[in-house]
Nanobody, 120 residues
Framework: VQLQASGGGLVQAGGSLRLSCAAS????????MAWHRQAPGKQRELVAD???????NYADSVKGRFTISRDNAKNTVYLQMNSLKPEDTAVYYC???????????????WGQGTLVTVSS
């Protein structure tokens, strides 16, 4: 299973970007889909996640600016990022906890990361 993230790039402070992450196959069940990020010299942190029932969770630093959504039919998760700040600069990774067909367990899958750079 591969998660393909896209949408990163260079943007000025105050601008917007939309990240997408698509899974290479459909899952029997998805528990949660999420975006994490890792800035240079820092640990990876959770940015936002969305559960199977639609409940969302955001890091305090992005509340009110970022919106996570998912398209279950496409096994895709999105992250709309508005009012970007230089401190949002990081590699963004998508992640899902999902159960494959004919499998009895949930497994964490990770995308390759997409770089977001916000200039001041």
């Amino acid at each position: 299973v591969q998660l393909q993230a896209s949408g990163g790039g260079l943007v000025q402070a105050g601008g917007s970007l939309r990240l997408s992450c698509a899974a290479s196959e459909t899952f029997f069940s998805i528990n949660v889909m999420a975006w994490h990020r890792q800035a240079p010299g820092k640990q990876r942190e959770l940015v936002a996640d969305i559960r199977s029932g639609g409940n969302t969770n955001y890091a305090d630093s992005v509340k009110g600016r970022f919106t996570i959504s998912r398209d279950n039919a496409k096994n895709t998760v999105y992250l709309q990022m508005n009012s970007l700040k230089p401190e949002d600069t990081a590699v963004y990774y998508c992640n899902c906890n999902a159960q494959r067909w004919r499998s009895s367990s949930y497994v964490d899958y990770w995308g390759q990361g997409t770089l977001v750079t916000v200039s001041s």
